[in-house]
């Protein structure tokens, strides 16, 4: 297995942003090639987005997921994004440059390419959403100097995600990104199910009927929104789960609220998901 840490070039200046403060690192964990394995193939990829409120990166939310899906062959990072009132789009560029890097060293790292995924847990939710509908929008891609399509993932995986700024809001992930005023315009931009379009990649999204922290409505909001721009999707509801379960068993757990064997079926789901591709 290769781990290893990539400070990554971010041009924060050219997006207009301020680049004080802002530090994004890209941890890769990368499967061994199997004893006797002489397949030509390539691996599928995810860039995993921690949860913490755009306050902080959750540890629980990043590497133990890396590692698990890295179980299962697929080649996993975790990006270690600006948190605490660093604006939008501060972490989505910074996202958008780690796919860069994912993209440019796809050789290196035995990636393919065209397979490409990012996941993202509440705010690092919302952050992976925000590239899932926004991959196509100028102030991003021209900042990184790349092609749109460089940077679009070829799908999302939102585990109990940070969607709205409306009444259903996670108040601390939306204030943190687009400021205490209401009216300012970017709360519309940070509303991803305003932000829906065709263009808006696949999504495999779950959350928790009774979830009190980001109500399971961020989710019925953003797969509403989905299913009215025809674009694919997958999501699961499971009847009960506080938030911030991650992988839902002993391996993330903080207390016995966070082992959930019903939703820790939530991995199995999303790598048959994954398998579509």
């Known amino acids: ?39 030509d193939f390539k691996r599928k990829a995810v860039v995993i987005c921690p949860g913490g409120g755009y306050d902080y990166c959750s540890v629980r939310e990043a590497e133990p997921v890396a590692v698990r899906f890295m179980s299962y062959g697929i080649t996993a990072f975790v990006l270690n994004y600006s948190c605490v009132k660093k604006p939008y789009p501060t972490a989505l560029l910074e996202l958008g440059a780690a796919m860069k890097f994912v993209r440019d060293n796809a050789e290196n790292f035995g990636i393919d390419p065209e397979n490409i995924f990012v996941s993202g847990f509440s705010a690092g939710g919302h952050l992976a959403g925000s590239l899932a509908v926004h991959w196509n929008k100028p102030y991003i891609y021209e900042a990184l100097s790349v092609n ?13 995600p940070v969607i ?17 005023d209401m009216s300012n315009e970017m709360w519309q931009t940070v509303s991803l199910e305003k932000q829906v379009t065709a263009d808006t990649v696949p999504v495999f999204i779950w959350s928790t009927f009774d979830d009190e922290t980001v109500p399971v409505e961020n ?35 903080n207390y016995d609220g966070h082992i959930n064997p019903e939703c820790a079926q939530w991995v199995r789901l999303a790598l048959d998901w994954l398998g579509k591709f």
């Open 164 to 180: 709205t700024s409306g009444e259903k809001r996670h108040h601390g992930s939306i204030a943190n990104i687009a400021g205490e």
């Open 148 to 160: 749109k399509e460089y940077i679009r993932p070829c799908g999302a995986i939102l585990n109990y």
């Open 219 to 253: 989710t019925l909001l953003f797969t509403s929104a989905l299913a009215e721009n025809k674009v694919p999707f997958t999501s699961h509801i499971f009847s009960s789960g506080v938030h911030g379960l991650s992988l839902c068993d002993d391996s993330t757990a």
């Open 1 to 39: 297995m290769l781990y290893e840490k990539y400070k990554l070039d971010v041009p924060y200046e050219k997006a207009g942003l301020s680049s004080e403060g802002c530090e994004a690192v890209l941890t890769a964990i990368v499967p061994d090639k199997l004893p006797n394995d002489c397949r």
